[in-house]
């Protein structure tokens, strides 16, 4: 998938070890769609010559102030101006030293104080300077001036020790880009997603369970918090890794779930209601473990409460958006299911496509009818509900 197509990214490289890896970053990014120009300090070009960023990103690489091929002669200007982002990896700790204190001595440096687009710094430096004082406070100025961070990791470092200070591996630099230049067509505004499985405990190890993954709503919430949304993330056991800057509630059983989503859902704009929510749960379960030696096991059920009906039939409801898996007739239920709940927008797909699967294709059901998405990955078709969600509230 191409997203960063159109979009012109300025890399920086400056003189640390980590350098090496803007070659894999350089070509990640291409990779999606990018036009990437590519400007070193004399230091950058120490560690990975400049012929190899070149050559991975088919543009001519900069490094003098005194570029006589930039028609104006101003390369700062021309090159800073037409670009989405300045991303500056690796950022040493002199270049945060410089940024922070507003110098521009070379053509990087020039280039960051000329800029009128977003920079971001993936910082790589051994742990101890990392940890100075002086480069801490280098780093507050950088935030309070508005510059993004993504990194630095810990780990091994090319000195041998082991710290805070390693640059983020270039897929994630390449992933938090992609993030950062989606369309920010849900600015500030309040989300809760459900994501991933509830558990309804029969005793004190066992249990009922749906199947989920919770890839669809993590890809949900990732898409939301990426179209600048403020995200609530609430969600069952799952094996994956909440998306940075969402705010994430663990709960168990469908009650925990409807309990979270009740103390959210009042400054909510939004409510996407994708968890996989057991339909019944254990009455009086047992604390024990119950004994194999017991004859016969009767089990009394009751039903969950249906959390999205409950949030639907609120009087100041947030957009409402539900999920319909299917095994068969998904469109026909689906619209069933969006009347009997009482909500503007169902999302159906078939369970054999969507069940732990990385792709699916949805179906976005509202008053105007019914839209077929084509099959992609889960995050691709998330960002497309994001922009059919935007469409459809702003049309309200
Ligand atoms: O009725 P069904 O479970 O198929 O409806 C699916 C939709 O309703 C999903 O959006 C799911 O998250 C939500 N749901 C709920 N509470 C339940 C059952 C389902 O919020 N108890």
Redesign the pocket.
Known sequence: MNELNGKRILLGVTGGIAAYKAAELVRLLTKEGADVRVVMTNSGTEFIPPLTLQALSGNPVHTSMWDQSIPNGMPHIELSRDCDLVLVAPATANFMAKLAAGRADDLLSTLCLARDCPLILAPAMNKQMWENSSTQRNLDTLLQDGIHFVGPDSGIQACGEQGAGRMSEPGLIASEIISWLQPKLLQDRNVVV?AGP?YEAIDAVRGITNASSGKMGYAVAQAARDAGANVTLISGKTSLVPPSQARFISIIS?KD??DA?LNEVDHADIF????????FSVRNPSERKIKKSQQKLNIEFD?????????ASRKNRPFC??????SEDVEE?AKK?RM??G?PL??ANLVTEALNSDTNSLILIDDDGSKTLPPSSKLEQARLLMTHISRLITKQ
Not at 321 to 326: H, K, R, T
């Open positions: 459900t509830t469908a779930m409807l989503v996407i209601s994708v968890a996989a929510v057991a339909d039903e969950t409460p249906d959390i999205l009906k409950t949030v958006v539900g999920f319909a898996a299917e239920y299911k009997e709940k909500i169902i999302v």
